[in-house]
């Protein structure tokens, strides 16, 4: 199924939004609980904050934060929400802080019902032929417990390079993962 893959305008906010606490809240409320889920996702995904996120990345050559639309059997009125007509799913990739030729993967989210749909296989070839000349690598970290990340990260080709801890709950940890960027 073609999905068209674009760079996120302030015209998507919401629809990144609603995405982001739905997927996190398939991903990890049996890991962290529902009340933190929705905690994190305010936080992290306010909608001023992501406005910002999409204008610093559309003015730059060193980031991206791109949204992959519906093809055109997921339009179907009965198959999908007002949100989800614009955006099956993100990703969001800025410089590694410590190594300018790191891409770090700082969001990646589908919405469940489309987990193993080729979304975000989509959104990482975009993001891998789009940043080649900036970048010779890709990293990103996902909680040791989510099994469906852990999957979609290995079957995509990245490495598992090191765990630690995560800010986000006392005693949990995240694998950090790298892949090559093919220039």
Sequence with gaps: MTRAVRRATTDDVWAVHETARESWHAAYDEIIGPETVDDVVDDWYAIGDLESSISDASDRNDAAFLVVEP????????????????????AHV????ENAAV????RLYVRPERWGSG????????L??????SFDRIRLSVLVDNDIGVSFY?????????????????GLEEYVYEKPISQ
């Design 71 to 90: 093809g055109p059997s997921d339009r179907e009125p009965e198959t999908c929400s007002d949100f989800e007509r614009g955006c099956l799913g993100f």
């Design 94 to 97: 800025v410089p590694w802080p």
């Design 103 to 106: 891409a770090y993967l700082a």
């Design 119 to 126: 979304a975000g296989t989509r959104l990482l070839e975009r």
């Design 128 to 133: 891998e032929a789009e940043l080649g000349a």
């Design 154 to 170: 290995e079957s995509a080709g990245f490495e598992r390079v090191g765990t630690r801890e995560t800010g986000l709950a006392s």
